[in-house]
């Protein structure tokens, strides 16, 4: 029924950059909060930014001044923009999103496939 997938991963040397896409599709009446997390090797999955409808972002203290999320409504899509990579950063990187499909009464949770950054010289 919905389908939430990401592009834009890859292997990048440090200080580079990367710019994340995850589209939405299928029976969608609207999209409340959309997220990315990150899975590193060997760690629990971590919220990295969310967006709001309304734009309003957060963002884990390890990424403030180096990522920003984004999202067109219209397109139902979420970007995150990383600049100046570290090796900290290398995961795998999933968006989440809060959706209302057609016909439903409350918003489900649901995640894209993942896709892999590694920052590496």
């Known amino acids: 029924q919905v389908q939430l997938v990401e592009s834009g991963g890859g292997l990048v040397q440090p200080g580079g950059s990367l710019r994340l896409s995850c589209a939405a599709s299928?029976?969608?009446?609207?999209?409340?909060?959309m997220d990315w997390y990150r899975q590193a090797p060997g760690k629990q999955r971590e919220l990295v930014a969310r967006?709001?409808?309304?734009?309003?972002?957060n963002y884990v203290d390890s990424v403030k001044g180096r990522f920003t999320i984004s999202r067109d409504n219209a397109k139902n899509t979420v970007y995150l923009l990383m600049n100046s990579l570290k090796p900290a950063d290398t995961a795998v990187y999933y968006c989440?999103?809060?959706?209302?499909?057609?016909?439903?009464?409350?918003?489900?949770?649901?995640w894209g496939q993942g896709t892999q950054v590694t920052v590496s010289s």
């Open positions: 989440n999103a809060e959706i209302l499909t057609i016909g439903a009464m409350t918003y489900g949770d649901y």
């Open positions: 299928g029976s969608i009446f609207s999209i409340s909060a």
């Open positions: 967006i709001t409808r309304g734009g309003t972002t």
